[in-house]
């Protein structure tokens, strides 16, 4: 059996599939996750994922790519750091953190920046296997690695990550190894450069000057790489291409042709170039690159016959003209497209012969101008023609290319870009220079251009077919071969042909070969060219002779080369023998010019008498001379040929500053080599001296000019390599001394001024010298002699910087300008000690605050030397720098020159921190000493907005980070007073607090700020010794200076910059890697400080109780651990000295009320706080009950303050209010009046923000009863609000009832607005005597008055609703609240509402109590269902006649419990009568306030159960159903304009259902004999329901008699139809019952009084009265009537339940449409038990009908039901009469329910599902009465006990205990 091989160690593995493990020993993988391997076998490896590195598992091998890496760290600190290239894992990491946001916009929804990120990705993605594969060449590479870098940091910017610093290489930078100040350059440069990638992507403008300096800022020479993939074209005969670059601005040709050949086959000519048809167009500058517009353009010129005809005759070999090909480059010449690969088309553009365009013209013309381009328009408005017109009609001929812009000479291409050049690639190069001519750089190349000409066509007809043939010949007539070269890519020709154009007299060629001669031949040639006429027919063209020659020499009798331009050169005539014989001609002009010259000198026509004739034909030719050897101009010449004419140097020198510059350059090695030869040849005199030297800087300057700074390098590299005049420093170092010494001499002012300008080169050239010197003669007697001389020129420095400023401050400031450039190359000949001391010196010598800023950027300069980097001579530069900042930073400087300071500050820190600069502790020590203070108050004074800022900061941190900790010792040593290091530490405290609550850098500067954090750590620590040394002791202490510290060291905890929590794991690993948790550093030292007080620790309190609680809830358990028991510690102290922790308490409840609403705390600090305080005060002595009631309290509020803060991030409004509520309510309860206010505004807002303003109202007036009616000044945190100023308690108190009015005004609370309005008027009466504002405010209250009786007023339902699961939180868990609903908000829009909020909570379907399975389940379930209002009645309101309107006011006001009834059968259930056993189970629920509140909710606090017997029941349902015709009736007798059809169908429905055995049921229940002997104690209810059925007589009667008043025609059937039924009813009942009469007053209504009034026939001493019969006995049965209902839930009527559709079991005549069809529907069901039904029901109660009640819904349409819908109450006063039948839970008589509350209805049916707003928590003060919820029966456990059968009981329970049986 094989076993588990060993993996190594550097092996790891990347998940690149989804693995789900399927035993236990196995591990899950995601793709992406990094594993470390360990063991392998068979297929399957071993290890473990680096982000769960405590599980150990196996994952089989193929979902792994394995990778080598090196493991950093041991154990859990482990980390795998891939093998590879630095970018490519940069890469990795980067695209890991970007996929983490990308996924977060994704679920954001953030499209646009998804898809700019998705963009982003992909491309890192592409670019990365690009490296990774390993096949790019060395120039791409470099290409793409800027392109990834530039990606990710622009990436990074704006998705707001890190910036990632990084060096000129673009390589990351390690600030462990690299100084703070450079790395504060670095990423200032860094971030610089992506605002302006973020600005152009913004903005997509490129400047042509922006385009320049962004893609061509380094190089300066450029090649443009070309190409031919293809050419397509029907020529039928061979071809030339042609190609260059052309200006179509300049109408001028760039570069010289790139010829290719191709042979009528369609093919290269030669084969073996087929797919390699490459040019490489060189030496491409930047002046180019931003030309306006470049073209590559084609000539096709085809080799053939003079037409396109087939024949043997016709003459064979001509060139002709046959088209053109253009396209505009300047974009791919600009950068923009630079895609060698992609190919592109130019099309072809045939130029026509000029026979075919006359013919065109003479057919079309005058009709039509011709565009079509002719073969003798000059070539170049040939290709402008081109480019102008939009499209050509190429028929699909044309040009394939591919083409590609590279940065280089022809050298650096060859080197970087070896995959597109190579040797075979052709070269064509500019016809001109390049910016830069390197020595040894050497061009002897002659462009000669045939222009144009014009030739008689002698004897002949028609003009002649000219040719032009061009050779080079010598003096003695011999052709030199091979040195014309037509193009790029093919040898020379000893000959060429020139295109030949048809019969046309004027041809315009502009036709360019290149010339190339040896330099040393170019005197003795000249160009030949001779002309003759070409026949299409072959046998005459062999006769056609030379008609013509013409030649010009390419070099002048002075030595100078032809002039650049055109010339115009004679014609002699050809067909001599003379014209052959070069010693003949040669002795003739060539040129006009020429000639114009000799006739000027000899006389006119002199020069032609014996030699060649002249004919009339005229030919222009262009040269252009690109030669490093050969110069057209005379003085240069003159300079390069010195030794020809030596008694001229002086004039030559002068000349020479006369030179234009471009030709200087081009010959600058040779022109300094005949300088400096000048010199040494006549060292022996002094003549030239001046005149050399004042040459020598002329050319410095010139190259120094921003016109030739590219020749730099060529300046370097000649005195480098090529420089060799060894005693040049002797005169240059004398000139230079002179023109110092004499500096007040005007004349020579400005050559000084430009030698100082020069002063670098010029040391250079005295340096190289002196090195030259040395290195061939050795040391010896004239060291000192120049050692001395530069003695001597610093004293002549120091002399006139000393002169008054006014004198030479243009020269003192070059001098300060250009000398320290010298220091770098004077060190290597003279001693560098020395030097420096000469230097010291000459800054010395200048006079203060003169030249400030100059010569602190001149002493920066020598900082950057590297002199400075040598210890000795900084022994001697620094005191002097040092000195210098001091003065400049000390507080006295009137204007100090703080960028300068900055600058050398900087320079000089960066080069201490250098490691390899020798030993520099004592410099450190010296800049400590002298500038640490100064910097770190200059930091304190300058403005946070300053852009000095970053600078001084990063000098602050270099000081202190190079500070050892012997440095901070003997820092502290300095001070001479202990109050001088009171001031120090306490500036250095403020300052560090200052800088870290106010970054100075930006948030993504991570490294610099990571940095200072580090640097700030230390420096803290090292000063935490010093107050433990210095300030501890009782003598000594300062308790100002402690409470910095401690402020400081917990603004540095708490920092952001800190907090590892809020950084992704990639980032906050990277940061514990390099930096570790720092907060745990200062954590546990701020700790041991505060342990170290002692005694002290009292005066800390309870000011650091705040900072310390602020420390300690910092996410970081191990820190949380350490520093809470300062808290027990704080309370100790306390406790020890006042007896008491009432100041700790106060101070710390405020404070965590402040942290944990700002967003710090959670859950485990709360446990962890409860359990560590508690641990501790047990163990104490005094502080067992005291403390642990704190700590318990603590924890509480703990608790509230995070479910707010919870609550908050959450969308719903309803559970902000929850958590307000409970705050508050523990504010309240501590009497914390100040936070309590504060809460209470913001539930006010809340409110305000929902419409909620009943609510709103009443949460400010629990503000407004904190104050009293008096002048007492308000105290400072009564007084919410800003604006507002110092109020009276009254002031304060008046405003808050105006608010409050006006609120409740808009929720229509008129009645609590009138209660407020009276409080306000009685003072305003009584005690200020504001009369105005007292009529203002009757007014208003009259309005309120008015709108009560007036206004339609919906009132609000109420819903009992439960939340049971562990899912809730915890103030809503396992609760049951009473909701408030809104305005026309019914029961399924409340339960959708209720759904919205708890998405994913379950809708219980029964109203069972729940199981312990549903109160313990980790899901949400909901219980939903209507509940009724209790009224409570205001006493005024007694036993007096009540309108309506007021009433309804409080049947759904002012209530605090609510009921909700369902009926069940107790016994066998009579299938006869089933209102025998039907009883009514009725459940009260008492909240915790009155509705409404300063919520829309409350939580049930106690819930009492009661059962009504089945007499009662129909009493009650009796009851309601004669107050609902008395209702009618009376809104029928005043309110004449109703329509006759609610009254019909009321008293339809009930003499109907009375007819049809509405009372029938009853009478058999309760009448009968049999009931009337078991239930001998029901008498006295028996009689009441007596006297109830006979009351409903005259209302019926009085109701018909109105209906008979108000029935129309078409009525009038069904009125009679009523009246008949009546009357068997009225018959029947009076037999029965007796007969009771209704007096007159009962039914008048007085007219001054505006609606109804509560008839009294509900009192029991009335009715006797009023009955004109006895009573009959009970003993009588109804028979044939149809059954009632007697188990409809008579307790359920609603008084507005003809706006209720969802309330199923009240009285069929208040349904609506569409419960009645359901109810059809349910009659037919089967007849089930009602014991057994447990859900919301609607069974059998729907199918039947309760006496009296089978009328359809009277129901008018919202709102206008709402103004008369509602029904009085008229059973109050009988129930002081009735036999009093409650239970003593209840203590209520039968009829007294309807007073204060309309019977509950039952739950609404249906599946709507509106959720609720959050309940609030309950009181503090309650919470430990309160039971948590028991497991509830399921549906099938047993049903309680029946009850006594004679008594309704009562039992209380509380709300978790119970939930209604059915809804």
Not at 276 to 302: N, W, Y
Not at 414 to 432: E, I, N, Q, Y
Not at 439 to 446: K, M
Request: proline share 5%.
């Amino acid at each position: 059996m094989s076993r588990w091989e060993p993996r190594p160690r550097d092996e790891t593995g990347v998940a690149i599939y989804n693995y789900d493990a399927t035993r236990e020993h196995e591990l899950s993988l995601q793709v992406g996750d990094t594993l470390h391997i360990l063991e392998t076998h068979q297929g399957w490896y071993r290890g473990y994922c680096l982000r769960n590195k405590s599980k150990k598992g196996i994952f089989p091998a193929s979902y792994i790519h394995v990778k080598q890496t090196r493991a950093e760290g041991e154990g859990l600190e482990e980390t795998a750091v891939p093998s590879e290239v630095p970018l490519v894992q940069e890469l990795t990491m980067t695209l890991r953190e970007w996929a983490i946001i990308w996924h977060k916009l994704y679920l954001s929804g953030n499209k646009t920046m998804f898809q700019h990120v998705q963009l982003m990705t992909y491309s890192l993605i592409e670019w990365r296997s690009q490296i990774i594969s390993g096949t790019l060449p060395k120039d791409e590479l470099m290409e793409l690695k800027g392109k990834v870098i530039g990606k990710i940091d622009y990436g990074n910017r704006i998705l707001g990550l890190d910036l990632v610093v990084r060096d000129g290489n673009g390589n990351v930078l390690d600030p462990d190894h690299t100084s703070t100040v450079t790395l504060y350059k670095a990423h200032e440069a860094i971030s610089r450069g992506i605002d302006d990638r973020i600005q152009e992507e913004k903005s997509r403008v490129h400047t042509t000057e922006a385009r320049r300096r962004s893609i061509f800022s380094t190089t300066h020479s450029y090649s443009l790489y070309i190409n031919l993939k293809n050419f397509v074209c029907n020529i039928g005969e061979d071809a030339e291409l042609l190609m260059s670059l052309y200006d179509p601005v300049q109408s001028e040709f760039i570069s010289e042709n790139y010829l290719v050949r191709w042979s009528k086959t369609g093919m290269p000519r030669e084969i073996e170039r087929l797919n390699k048809l490459e040019a490489l167009f060189t030496d491409l500058s930047s002046s180019d690159l931003i030309r306006m517009r470049i073209s590559l353009v084609c000539q096709i010129v085809r080799v053939g016959h003079m037409e396109l005809k087939e024949g043997k005759k016709h003459t064979c070999g001509l060139r002709r003209p046959f088209g053109v090909a253009v396209m505009d480059i300047t974009d791919m010449i600009g950068g923009r497209n630079d895609d060698e690969e992609k190919q592109h088309f130019i099309p072809f553009q045939q130029i026509a012969m000029e026979t075919y365009i006359r013919q065109r013209q003479l057919i079309m013309s005058p009709l039509l101008t011709s565009r079509v381009i002719g073969e003798n328009e000059p070539l170049t408005s040939v290709f402008n023609k081109v480019i102008a017109a939009k499209e050509v009609n190429h028929k699909g001929q044309g040009l394939w290319v591919s083409m590609k812009l590279l940065p280089g000479d022809i050298q650096q291409v060859h080197k970087d870009f070896p995959h597109l050049v190579d040797r075979s690639t052709a070269v064509a190069r500019k016809m001109g220079f390049p910016e830069i001519v390197l020595p040894g750089d050497v061009r002897n190349d002659i462009y000669v251009t045939l222009v144009q000409g014009e030739f008689d066509k002698g004897k002949k007809k028609t003009p002649k077919n000219v040719e032009v043939t061009m050779g080079v010949y010598d003096e003695d007539g011999n052709r030199i071969e091979k040195a014309i070269f037509p193009g790029a890519g093919y040898e020379g020709v000893s000959e060429y042909k020139s295109v030949i154009y048809y019969q046309v007299k004027q041809p315009f060629w502009h036709e360019t070969v290149k010339v190339a001669i040896a330099i040393e031949d170019v005197h003795l040639c000249h160009l030949r060219f001779t002309f003759r006429h070409r026949s299409s027919q072959e046998s005459k063209d062999k006769s056609e002779k030379l008609f013509g020659m013409a030649f010009v020499k390419l070099m002048k009798p002075d030595g100078t080369t032809l002039r650049d331009g055109k010339h115009d050169l004679i014609v002699f005539k050809g067909d001599t023998k003379k014209a052959e014989d070069a010693k003949c001609y040669l002795t003739l002009p060539g040129t006009k010019g020429e000639q114009e010259e000799r006739e000027r000198q000899l006389g006119k026509g002199s020069q032609h008498s014996h030699n060649l004739p002249v004919i009339r034909d005229r030919f222009q030719i262009s040269t252009l001379v690109c030669s490093t050897k050969l110069t057209q101009n005379v003085d240069l010449l003159g300079l390069l040929n010195w030794r020809s004419s030596l008694c001229s140097i002086e004039q030559i020198l002068q000349h020479l500053m006369e030179v234009d510059g471009s030709e200087i350059v081009k010959f600058l090695q040779d022109t300094l080599d005949a300088l400096f030869n000048i010199m040494m040849e006549t060292s022996e005199s002094e003549a030239y001296d001046f005149l050399l030297f004042d040459a020598l800087v002329f050319i410095i300057s010139l190259i120094g000019d921003i016109k030739f700074q590219h020749f730099n390098p060529v300046l370097e590299a000649y005195i480098s390599n090529h420089f060799s005049a060894t005693l040049a420093y002797v005169k240059l170092a004398k000139v230079l001394n002179y023109y110092v010494s004499n500096a007040e001499n005007a004349e020579k002012s400005e050559l000084l001024f430009a030698a100082l300008k020069a002063l670098k080169y010029l040391f250079r050239f005295i340096i190289q010298s002196r090195k030259l010197y040395l290195r061939i003669y050795g040391t010896g007697q004239d060291d000192n002699e120049f050692n001395g001389s530069i003695r001597k020129l610093f004293l002549s420095f120091n002399s006139l910087m000393d002169r008054p400023l006014e004198e030479s401050v243009k020269i003192k400031g070059a001098a300060l300008k250009y000398l320290p450039t010298i220091v770098n190359h004077v060190m290597l000949v003279f001693d560098p000690v020395e030097l420096s001391v000469l230097v010291t010196k000459f800054i010395q010598s200048i006079p203060d605050n003169q030249l400030v800023r100059q010569k602190l950027n001149s002493m920066c300069k020598i900082v950057e030397s590297r002199l400075f980097r040598q210890s000795e001579c900084r022994d001697v530069l620094l005191p002097l720098i040092i000195d210098q900042l001091s003065g400049q930073l000390d507080d006295s400087s009137s204007r100090p020159e703080h960028q300068a300071c900055a600058d050398l500050l900087s320079s000089t820190l960066e080069t201490l921190d250098h490691p390899d600069i020798g030993p520099q502790q004592y410099h450190v020590q010296l800049v400590m000493e002298r500038l640490l203070r100064k910097v770190n108050r200059t930091v304190i004074a300058m403005s946070r907005r300053s852009t000095l800022i970053g600078p001084f900061v990063a000098c602050m941190i270099a000081i202190l980070k190079q500070m050892e900790d012997s440095h901070y010792t003997h820092y502290i040593n300095t001070f001479k007073t202990r109050h001088d290091i009171i001031d120090f530490l306490m500036e250095t405290f403020i300052m560090f607090k200052d800088l870290i609550g106010k970054n100075v850098y930006p948030t993504d500067w991570m490294v610099m700020n990571m940095v200072q954090n580090r640097v700030f750590l230390r420096a803290i620590s090292q000063f935490a010794i010093v107050l433990n040394k210095v300030f501890l002791d009782p003598a000594n202490f300062e308790l100002q200076l402690w409470n910095n510290y401690f402020h400081l060291a917990i603004a540095f905890l708490v920092h952001d910059s800190l907090q590892l929590e809020n950084f992704s794991s990639e980032k906050r690993n990277k940061i514990i890697n390099k930096y570790g948790d720092m907060r745990k550093d200062i954590g546990f030292k701020i700790k041991d400080m505060w342990n170290n007080l002692g005694a002290h620790k009292i005066k800390f309190i309870p000011e650091m109780v705040g900072p310390i609680l602020e420390m300690t809830l910092v996410p970081e358990p191990e820190l949380r651990r350490s520093t809470i028991p300062i808290f027990f510690d704080m309370m100790q102290c306390e406790y020890s000295v006042n007896r008491s922790i009432h100041a700790f308490e106060n101070e710390l409840i405020t404070k965590l009320d402040q942290e944990v609403e700002g967003g710090r705390g959670d859950g485990q600090y709360k446990v962890l706080l409860e359990k560590i305080l508690l641990e501790q005060c047990r163990q104490h002595k005094y502080l067992a009950v005291s403390g642990e009631a704190f700590v318990v309290l603590v924890s509480s509020l703990l608790e509230r303050l995070l479910d707010y803060r919870t609550i908050m991030h959450d969308e719903t409004k309803e559970h902000h209010m929850s958590c307000t509520v409970n705050v508050l309510n523990f504010y309240k309860e501590k009497k914390r009046e100040d936070i309590y206010i504060r809460y209470l505004y913001k539930l006010q807002d809340l409110h305000r923000d929902c419409e909620n303003f009943t609510e709103a109202a009443y949460t400010l007036l629990l503000h407004a009863e904190l104050l009293q009616w008096s002048d007492q000044p308000c105290a400072a945190h009564l007084i919410h609000r800003d604006d507002c100023p110092a109020l009276s308690h009254r002031e304060l108190k008046e405003r808050l009832y105006q608010e409050i009015i006006h609120y409740f005004d808009r929720g229509k609370m008129w009645e609590s607005a009138i209660r407020l309005s009276k409080e306000l008027a009685a003072m305003y009466e009584n005690e200020v005597f504001e009369y105005e504002e007292l009529s203002h405010l009757l007014r208003q209250q009259a309005c309120f008055y008015e709108n009560v009786m007036q206004a339609m007023r919906p009132p609000p339902e109420y819903f009992a609703v439960g939340f049971y699961g562990q899912g809730f939180p915890s103030f809503l868990r396992n609760k049951m609240f009473v909701y408030r609903g809104k305005d026309y908000e019914r029961y399924g829009d409340f339960r959708l509402r209720l759904a919205t909020q708890f998405p994913n909570a379950d809708k219980m379907s029964s109203t069972a109590p729940p199981s312990d399975s549903v109160t313990n389940s980790p899901l949400q379930h909901v219980q939903c269902f209507t509940v009724k209002p209790v009224m409570n009645l205001p006493l005024q309101f007694k036993d007096k006649p009540v309108p309506e309107q007021i009433l309804n006011f409080y049947r759904a006001n002012e209530v605090q419990q609510f009921q909700y009834s369902r009926p069940f059968h107790r016994g066998e259930k009579d299938p006869e009568n089933e209102f025998l056993t039907m009883w009514i189970e009725r459940v009260t629920y008492t909240t915790v306030y009155k509705f409404p509140g300063i919520l829309q909710w409350f939580e049930v606090k106690t819930v009492t159960v009661e059962e009504i017997s089945p007499l009662e029941n129909a009493i009650e349902t009796m009851e309601r159903t004669n107050e609902k015709i008395s209702n009618m009736v009376q809104r029928y007798a005043w309110e004449g304009a109703l329509p006759a059809h609610p009254l019909s169908m009321l008293l339809s429905g009930i003499v109907d259902a009375a007819v049809m055995g509405g009372s029938a049921n009853y009478e058999k229940a309760f009448f009968s004999t049999k009931y009337i002997q078991q239930h001998p104690e029901d008498q006295e209810k028996i009689d009441i329901l007596k006297e109830l059925i006979a009351l409903q007589i005259p209302l019926l009667a009085e109701g018909i008699r109105i209906h008979g008043e108000k029935a129309t025609a078409e009525l009038r059937p069904l009125h009679d139809w009523i009246v008949s039924c009546f009357r068997e009813l009225k018959e029947k009942v009076q037999k029965l019952y007796g007969v009771i009469t209704l007096p007159p007053a009962l039914t008048d209504r007085k007219r001054s009084r505006s609606g109804s009034v509560i008839l009294p026939y509900i009192m029991s001493s009335a009715l006797r009265r009023l009955s004109t019969v006895s009573l009959m006995s009970t003993s009588s049965t109804s028979s044939g009537s149809n059954p009632s209902r007697p188990h409809s839930n008579g307790s359920g009527l609603d008084p507005l339940v003809e706006r209720r559709p969802l309330t199923l079991c009240r009285p069929e005549g208040q349904l609506d449409r569409e419960e009645l069809d359901q109810r059809g529907s349910m009659a037919r069901r089967k007849d089930k038990n009602l014991s057994k039904s447990q859900v919301i029901f609607e069974s059998e109660s729907l199918s039947k009908v309760d006496f009296g009640e089978m009328v359809p819904p009277l129901r008018p349409q919202r709102p206008k039901s709402l103004q008369f819908g509602d029904k009085r109450l008229p059973s109050l006063q009988i129930s002081a009469q009735l036999p009093h039948c409650a239970t003593p839970a209840s203590s209520r008589s039968p009829s007294q329910p309807l007073l204060q509350t309309d019977s509950v209805t039952s739950a609404s049916p249906g599946d709507a599902s509106t959720p609720p707003p959050t309940p609030p928590k309950g009181k503090p003060c309650e919470s430990d009465s309160l039971q948590l919820v028991p497991p509830l029966p399921e549906k099938t456990s047993p049903r309680p006990p029946h009850p006594p059968p004679k008594a309704r009981q009562s039992h209380p329970s509380s709300p978790q205990r119970y939930c209604p049986a059915a809804e």
